[in-house]
């Protein structure tokens, strides 16, 4: 007990001096003065809650003891009723926004593009064990690969769309090179560097990129070449809504473009599951488990690393290009650290290498957010915070895969 009393006491008094300048020192502007106005009682209460939480913390910490055996695992490969039960869940979510509110289904693709990222991710972090906090880099290339074949060549969505990918891909496979020696930490700082270079260049490259603007003016997916638009602007060319007879509704475009969004996200769910069980999946795995005994088995890391980061990298391009065409205008400042630091923190909640819990992971680290808007100030807050719980009683993630093993029976 008195241990932690002491820990209590040493952990109220660092909370205070670390939340004493955000929430206990507001400055406040009085005609050509700026005052400090202090708020001690924001300061008092958080040590307070800090140091009974410390305090009590055995006894919290049982029910999260129970967290940590209680949820369920992942099989490594699907049974045939989990099957059935992936074609209901997907038969649900191509009905569902015919009923679902405009702003209830706008929100659902924006999750739908985060599952495609953590996906794309997840191949680099979950399946090699390659560290990559600059991921936001290749989601930016593919935004505006697409943006500004759109701008200097007027191409459309699906033109532009393999492009896209090839070209944030491309980006992946050169970013390989500099980093195969690198493992853990310094990887992670290359990685992180690229995405800031990136970001860079599209805020001083202003006569190609449009500079800190951005490009403005992106059309929306067609229907098959057919423009889904109240009017096509172009003389002689029918929209979709005119040639089958419907009323135009701006509903009509958010559902499209969700149907859209579902069918990149289940290819790329499709495609990194039958990457997983095919030879560069096992080589992946080998990599992260243990590089060195991967090179005995006569595996060459070169080319295992470049694979993961291309095609992980080629996903994230896809992902950009359909971003890109559901805001309308791409800027640089879409694509800062903290898209990084949100998409590997689903493939962390999620569970590196479930592919279920990444796809969990975004809908919850997108949707709630949404739902308490009131504490939009405090949303990082409570974002770290729930990382620093998760690492501390739930750290392999809230759906981990289980990975296939023999047990010898012992005498």
Request: hydrophobic fraction near 55%; aromatic fraction near 12%; glycine fraction near 10%.
């Amino acid at each position: 007990m008195a241990n932690n009393l002491r820990n209590a006491f040493i952990a109220a008094i660092l909370t205070g001096v670390i939340v004493t300048p955000v929430f206990g020192l507001q400055l406040v502007r009085q005609g050509a003065r700026t005052l400090m106005d202090p708020h001690w009682s924001n300061v008092l209460i958080a040590m307070a809650v800090v140091f009974v939480g410390q305090l009590l913390r055995p006894w919290l910490a049982i029910p999260f003891r129970r967290l940590k055996s209680g949820l369920p695992t992942l099989p490594a490969a699907p049974s045939q009723g989990n099957k059935w039960l992936v074609l209901l869940i997907i038969a649900a979510a191509v009905i569902w926004p015919f009923f679902g509110s405009r702003s209830s289904v706008d929100i659902a693709t924006l999750v739908l593009i985060y599952v495609m990222l953590g996906l794309g991710l997840n191949i680099v972090v979950g399946f090699a064990g390659l560290l990559d906090l600059g991921f936001v880099g290749f989601y930016a290339v593919g935004a505006y690969t697409y943006a500004l074949l759109y701008h200097w060549g007027g191409w459309g969505f699906w033109e532009a769309l393999p492009f896209a990918g090839a070209m944030a891909a491309l980006f992946g496979f050169v970013l390989g090179f500099p980093v195969l020696r690198l493992r853990g930490d310094y990887l992670a700082i290359v990685t992180l560097g690229f995405g800031e270079i990136i970001r860079l260049l599209l805020i001083n490259l202003n006569w190609l990129t449009g500079g800190p603007d951005g490009i403005s003016g992106i059309p929306k997916p067609s229907v098959f070449g057919i423009p889904m638009a109240r009017s096509s602007g172009t003389e002689g060319v029918r929209t979709f809504h005119e040639i089958t007879g419907l009323t135009f509704q701006s509903q009509h475009v958010v559902l499209w473009l969700y149907l859209m969004a579902l069918l990149l996200a289940l290819i790329t769910l499709f495609v990194s599951t039958r990457l997983k069980r095919m030879p560069v999946g096992r080589a992946w795995e080998a990599l992260r488990e243990d590089e060195i005994a991967c090179r005995s088995l006569g595996l060459n890391p070169t080319r295992i690393k470049l694979s993961a980061f291309t095609l992980g990298a080629m996903f994230a391009g896809f992902g950009g290009a359909f971003f890109a065409a559901r805001q309308g205008l791409v800027n640089p400042e879409s694509f800062t650290f903290i898209e990084s630091a949100l998409i590997l923190a689903i493939v962390v909640l999620g569970g590196m290498g479930s592919q279920v819990g990444v796809i969990l992971a975004a809908i919850l680290l997108t949707v709630l957010p949404e739902l308490a808007r009131g504490f939009a100030e405090y949303r990082m807050l409570m974002f770290g915070l729930v990382m620093v719980l998760m690492m501390m009683w739930r750290p392999q993630g809230l759906l981990p895969m289980k990975r296939p093993h023999v047990e010898l029976q012992t005498k």
